[in-house]
Every structure is written in C-alpha cells, then in structure tokens.
C-alpha cells in the first residue's frame, strides 16, 4: 500500500524558515518525480517544487530562491527547505508522487501558517 506522510509544518513569523519532510513507502520511489503543492482556501492546489529521479528541480516563480527540494533515495523521502517565509506561503502543503505510466499518490497534508 503506498504511503506519503508529510511532517514539519506548523506556525512561523515572516522572515522564518521551515523544513518539511516527507516520508514514503510502497512503490518504486527511485522512477518517481516528486513535488510538494500547496492549497490556500478558495484556490486551485499548485505546484511549487518538484524534483525528477536524476535529481533536477524546478519551482513555481514566487518561491524560486526561497525553497528548495531534495530527496534522498536511501530513506525514500522528500524534503522541502523553506526560507524567507512570506504570509502569502501560507497553506496545506502536500507531497506527490508522480510517474508517466504509473499511478500517482498524494499525502494527506501539513499546514504551514506563516504569520505575525
């Protein structure tokens, strides 16, 4: 059964930085893209990060210089470096799995409050 817990989200000021982490078990991580979205209250869940097997990485222009993804193939997770928080980073922040011919899976969630 595939599993993505994510863990590390909480509350933090402007300014501050968060780690999240996200755990994976049950399917072949090393063939996988993976990304972390984010879903603010009446808007579309959207891309931030994401990360293909070989290791590049790319990221939603409002957080490129802030954030940066990294997985490790050894503990199979994905983690997500954010720096310089903004109120606007504020969300449920998701990890995905994701391949061209196989089922993707999505965690269950973490909330980031960035706030005052």
Not at 5 to 17: A, F, I, M, R, T
Not at 35 to 62: C, F, H, M
Request: with cysteine; hydrophobic share 30%; proline share 3%.
């Amino acid at each position: 059964q595939p599993q993505l817990v994510e863990s590390g989200g909480g509350l933090v000021q402007p300014g501050g930085s968060l780690r999240l982490s996200c755990a994976t078990s049950g399917f072949v991580f090393d063939v996988y893209t993976m990304a972390w979205y984010r879903q603010t209250p009446g808007k579309q869940r959207e891309l931030v990060a994401q990360i293909i097997p070989g290791g590049n990485s790319d990221y939603a222009d409002s957080v490129r210089g802030r954030f940066a993804i990294s997985r490790d193939r050894f503990k199979k997770t994905t983690d997500l470096q954010m720096d310089n928080l903004k109120l606007e980073d504020t969300g449920v922040y998701y990890c995905h799995a994701t391949h061209r011919y196989r089922d993707d899976y999505w965690g269950q969630g973490t909330q980031v409050t960035v706030s005052s």
